[in-house]
Antibody
Framework: QVQLVESGGGVVQPGMSLRLSCAAS????????MHWVRQAPGKGLEWVAV????????YNADSVKGRFTISRDNSKNTLYLELNSLRVEDTAVYYC??????????????WGRGTLVTVSS | SSELTQDPAVSVALGQTVRITCQGD??????GNWYQQKPGQAPVLVIY???NRPSGIPDRFSGSSSGITASLTITGAQAEDEADYYC???????????FGGGTKLTVL
């Protein structure tokens, strides 16, 4: 079954850290670019980070630069997001998403169900 | 990074046609994609690369693009189409991705 399953969310205090995981199955994980996208309560989708299929390139949104780190372990079919120096405004559901490509266009063709991160004192 | 602009809310009578639009400079270089999200659920891709429908998406959903505007059209809207719709593309740098603010579609 083709799916992505996120885990690792929870309630943390401001300034603390958390690591999210995304387990992939049903497709050749090591050949796909992967992303994290988040959604604050009642708000829209916000792209967070991307990592190339071989891990050679990574980019973050400006809002998380220097605090969040995306990584992957292709031997374990797992994507990660390390969240450091968490802020209240980082409270959101975090989704991992698989990228597909058509010519020069890129789109997210598979999403996980998300994991909720709540940052609160 | 670029921004994508969507109308916050749109309504349509049952069975009628509705167009949801998305504007942004990055759409000069990249075709837009569209996602449907219902409450409590993950987003689902409904249109990719301007006008392509994934398997399982009804043909009442269609996409188009002109200049800096991408459009999602639902022809004969159904009650189950009531949802939030988001456009997205890569930004002008090519190394970031952006989403529109979302459009809440109400089917009357």
């Amino acid at each position: 079954q083709v799916q992505l399953v996120e885990s690792g969310g929870g309630v943390v205090q401001p300034g603390m850290s958390l690591r999210l995981s995304c387990a992939a199955s049903g497709f050749t994980f090591s050949t796909y670019v992967m992303h994290w996208v988040r959604q604050a309560p009642g708000k829209g989708l916000e792209w967070v980070a991307v990592i190339w299929d071989d891990g050679s390139n990574k980019y973050n949104a400006d809002s998380v630069k220097g605090r969040f780190t995306i990584s992957r372990d292709n031997s374990k079919n797992t994507l990660y997001l390390e969240l450091n120096s968490l802020r209240v405004e980082d409270t959101a559901v975090y989704y991992c998403a698989k990228e597909a490509r058509l010519g020069i266009d890129w789109y997210f063709d598979l999403w996980g169900r998300g994991t909720l991160v709540t940052v609160s004192s | 990074s670029s921004e994508l602009t969507q109308d916050p809310a749109v309504s349509v009578a049952l069975g009628q046609t509705v167009r949801i639009t998305c504007q942004g400079d990055s759409l000069r270089n990249y075709y837009g994609n569209w996602y449907q999200q219902k409450p409590g659920q993950a987003p689902v891709l409904v249109i990719y690369s301007k006008k392509n429908r994934p398997s399982g998406i009804p043909d009442r959903f269609s996409g188009s693009s002109s200049g800096i505007t991408a459009s999602l059209t639902i022809t004969g809207a159904q009650a189950e189409d009531e949802a939030d719709y988001y456009c997205n593309s890569r930004d002008s740098s090519g190394n970031h991705w952006v989403f529109g603010g979302g459009t809440k579609l109400t089917v009357l």
